[in-house]
């Protein structure tokens, strides 16, 4: 999934002349902390409501300096690269250029949640199973040629590396929601060291309420 697939209609990008109130009222009635700012199609940047606090509110924004005016994504660039830049800079909203820097529409964090839950298969029925390994002894290739051969599927799968550390956890969504114990006998004949695994179904209904949780408190 791209960019330009995640864009929303419900967000109008501000113009220059929009005063300090103009834009948290915009931002309350969006559930979004940042806006961007546009002259025509050109983006300015993207104003926060940090800034806008910051500022005169009977002022007009384009009257004060902006601290996000590198923050966007190309229509073309994958979920992932949307995800790490609205991580690095802390974004509920970020602009969206075309291939000639004019902008094309904004992309809101609840968007971004929907569509990474759905490719992730986070709320499919499935089973879970956490490895915790060396960095240099992953293997998606193996860790899959023994997932298949037990006859289940890998629905989907992280990689967390963690900071100052050569360990590495893989998360693997299967398939399966019973019944694991085959699988992970199999691991365990392999050398990989599990770290967690769930299958019951209180798990699922679990997750699914957290999810939904989340969906909400984003539309608040």
């Known amino acids: 999934m791209f ?9 109008t990008p501000l113009k220059t002349s929009d005063t300090g109130t103009e834009t948290l009222a915009q931002m309350v009635d969006a559930h979004i902390r940042h806006l961007p700012i546009v002259n025509h199609r ?19 924004i384009g009257s004060n300096p902006l601290s996000l005016r590198k923050a966007f994504v190309s229509d073309t660039d994958h979920l992932f690269e949307v995800m790490r830049v609205m991580g690095a800079e802390e974004l509920t909203l970020i602009p969206v250029v075309d291939n000639q820097n004019n902008y094309i529409g904004s ?9 990474f839950s759905k490719m992730a298969s986070f709320v499919e029925p499935g089973g879970v199973i956490v490895l915790e390994m060396q960095r240099h002894e992953y293997s998606m290739h193996e860790i899959a040629r023994i997932v298949e051969g037990e006859n289940a599927k890998i629905l989907s799968f992280f990689v967390g590396s963690r900071p100052e550390s050569q360990m590495v956890d893989v998360m693997l969504k299967l398939d399966r929601s019973q019944d694991l114990g085959g699988i992970l006998s199999t691991f365990h004949r392999f050398g990989y060291q599990i770290k967690a695994s769930f299958v019951s179904d209180d798990f699922m ?10 969906m909400n408190y984003l539309d608040m």
Not at 107 to 115: G, H
């Open 107 to 115: 992309i809101r964090m609840q968007d971004v949640l929907i569509s």
């Open 3 to 11: 960019a330009k697939q995640l864009i929303s209609t419900e967000v």
């Open 42 to 60: 050109q983006l300015l940047g993207v104003i926060s409501e940090d800034d806008v606090l910051s500022f005169n509110l009977d002022e007009p």
């Open 205 to 214: 209904d679990s997750l699914q309420d957290n999810y939904n949780s989340l």
